[in-house]
């Protein structure tokens, strides 16, 4: 079956760290992958995304490469900020009728 | 362009009860989605909906859970005989496309339930 599989938080970093979250996943066939993340009190909203093998998808300084060879899908940023603190969630979806979400991680950026 | 909208935004509940939540999707969206977010964990599917149907409820639980997406007004997602271990978010997601893989989801900001 699908799943997804995240590093375990929290994760706490000094502002202009550089940030890597893991994300690792199963699934049969070729899916999309896709970062979300949820501010405090509120949705998730869809980070980035990429829909193929070796696709890199990228939003506001965020990044993360489709490797079907290793099946991850990393989140990274150079430098983050205080304003990036929040929960971040890796999702598949196999084009069925729901995505697949990671536990989430959370992280906090201190000034 | 109004996102999708969830309401209530927190709902208490004594044990017993029943819990009416609600979602509107964003205007030009026919489907839509519920997931559930327990503490500590991801969201994990419930159902998905189109307008009058129940496509997939594989993730509802079989008693006292149930879903509908009329003609008119919003999606709602009905709780009967509330048990401490329903608190939890509910968000509620929608879609224009069939295809999530290429267009994914917009979520509301969630209902909150605590059961006391």
């Known amino acids: ?111 | 362009n109004a996102g999708v909208m969830q309401n209530p935004r927190h709902l208490v509940r004594r044990r017993g009860q029943e819990a009416r939540l609600r979602c509107s999707p964003m205007k030009g969206h026919s489907h839509v989605y519920w997931y559930r977010q327990l503490p500590e964990e991801g969201l994990k599917f419930m159902v998905y909906l189109q307008k009058e149907n129940i496509i997939d409820e594989s993730g509802m639980p079989k008693e006292r859970f149930s879903a509908e997406f009329p003609k008119e007004g919003p999606s709602i997602l009905r709780i009967q005989q509330v048990v401490r271990g329903d608190s939890a978010a509910y968000f509620c997601a929608s879609s224009q496309q069939r295809d999530l893989g290429n267009y994914g989801y917009t979520f509301g900001s969630g209902t909150r339930l605590t059961v006391v």
């Open chain 1, 1 to 111: 079956g699908n799943s997804v599989t995240q590093m375990e938080g929290p994760v706490t970093l000094s502002e202009e760290a550089f940030l890597t979250i893991n994300c690792t996943y199963t699934a049969t066939g070729y899916p999309s992958l896709f970062w979300y993340v949820q501010y405090p009190g509120e949705g998730l909203q869809l980070l980035l995304k990429a829909t193929k093998a070796d696709d890199k998808g990228s939003n506001k300084g965020f990044e993360a490469t489709y490797r079907k060879e290793t099946t991850s899908f990393h989140l990274e940023k150079g430098s983050v900020q205080v304003s990036d603190s929040a929960v971040y969630f890796c999702a598949l979806s196999d084009s069925g009728n729901q995505f697949y979400f990671g536990t989430g991680t959370s992280l906090t950026v201190i000034p």
